[in-house]
């Protein structure tokens, strides 16, 4: 009898034990890695030529989406996709990116990102690294200087604090404004910077003249992410709560400075060297995970904000059997395949077959809802109007879900893709390959229809054989901007009158 009650009170434990196991599981920790201009060629086990092997090792162990896209080929309306969920032509940034340190941030107050809907299910979050979405400064009263000095950030009053991500659901922030290249050259730690930006930066360095804080190197960035994240994974590993950590890189973008560790690593130049260096800080933030045991129930992403950027000297690196797109064509700011279609690699042990693959056309925005469909905190009527769960996916490889994507490129061209038809409303890349805006052929067509099924090097132009596919693409791209969302829903509005052809075609 004794034992027998023994033996029920020690059933009734084990079950709890597993049902706060099971509990726990539902809520993964979460890691996003972002990188910054890298194309879908540059990782090792693509067609690489400079060895990554911890992005190879999260493809080994995980899933590999082979059809994944920004939704812009440019990084701050990227940016804002990946945390909203929300296409960024949407927003009153009609092309291009943020330059100026004082332009006001581009997701709206309350506006709901990832990091807000994670905290509804008591994660912690924290960004470290680029944020490039506008930081709220508050300026100097009756600052007067020249105009350069005024857009460089001179007129900032940096001892004042700032509105930063943390304005946006991240209880903890320390990185920089916007790329390498972009003044203020300083730290932010949650909403102050570490040190006055009182200096001009270095002019050896490749980047816009501004204030810069007399111990900033642009050299050493990648270091103090990886060594600040892995700070924060061995913070939280102690902790009950779940961690999401969003970790935007500065690499490989312009300025190129590998540090001095990883000059010279690469037979493919300093270029190379800074893809090695990226896909170190990738290995800080696996081996962070394997010495707390957090490996199996943790979700690791990484992608990057859009294509390689010509500053790479593409050619040089072509020359030495490196095509950062692969065989697709054009590359960052373009319209084009190589503009937006980028390496997406999910590892999840708990949840995810080991080496697998998918061909499920994606788009970042989908992040916000997987993120959704994992925790089971429902996006409202407003959010997330453009993002499908791929959580099915990471399950069963086979379930692509997602019918059609829609791409933007620096111009403010857009192209929208169904099934294997891709149609660019532009006549040429709308970035900085050839054609470029304006300096297409006399005569060429104002549109570009793709069949990528049989040409994924968009060599040929199909838009005269197939004019009802054209009207089909080009009525649902319209009805998409009408309903203010992409997916089943309360119709919601844009925040500008949105032309779905390319500026420089509607003048």
Known sequence: MYKSIIAVVFLILSQNLLAQKKADTSRPNIIFIYADDMGIGDVSHTTGKAATPNIDRMAAEGIRFTDAHTSSSVCTPSRYSLLTGRYNWRTTLSKGVIHKPTTKPLIKKGETTVANLLKQADYHTAMVGKWHLGIGWELLPNYKKE????????????????????????????????SL??????????????????????????SRKGPSAPSFKSGECLQVFAEKSVDYINE??????????????????????PSEKWRGKSELGPYGDFLMETDWVVG????????????????????????????????ALKSKGHSPSGNLRGNKADIYEGGHRVPFIIRWPEVIEAGTQTDRLTCMTDFIATCSDIT???????????????????????????EDIISHS????????????????????????????????????????????????????????YPEKVEELTKLLQSYVDKGRSTPGKLQQNDREVNIYAEYVAK
Request: glycine share 8%.
């Open 147 to 178: 105009k350069w000095q005024i857009g460089s950030g001179w007129n900032i009053d940096y001892t004042k604090p700032a509105i930063t991500p943390t304005s946006n659901g991240f209880d903890y922030f320390y990185g920089i404004a916007a």
């Open 181 to 206: 290249d972009m003044p203020p050259y300083v730290y932010i730690e949650n909403e102050k910077v570490t040190e006055l930006p009182s200096v001009m930066n270095d002019p050896k360095i490749r």
């Open 236 to 257: 939280r590993a102690g902790e009950k709560e779940p961690f999401f950590l969003y970790l935007p890189l500065t690499s490989p973008h312009t300025p190129i400075v």
């Open 284 to 315: 800080e933030v696996l081996k962070a995970l394997d010495k707390h045991n957090l490996t199996e129930n943790t979700i690791v992403l990484f992608s990057t904000d859009n294509g390689c950027s010509p500053a790479a000297k593409i050619p």
């Open 376 to 402: 089971g905190i429902e996006l409202d009527e407003t959010s997330g109007v453009d993002a499908i769960s791929f959580l099915s996916t990471l399950k069963k490889p086979t379930i692509t879900n997602r």
């Open 410 to 465: 620096i111009n403010g061209s857009f192209s929208i893709r169904k099934g294997n038809w891709k149609l660019a409303l532009c006549p040429g890349s709308g970035g900085w390959s050839t054609p470029r805006a304006g300096k297409t052929p006399a005569g060429s067509p104002s549109l570009q229809l793709f069949d990528l099924s049989n040409d994924i090097a968009e060599t040929t132009n199909l838009y005269d054989k």
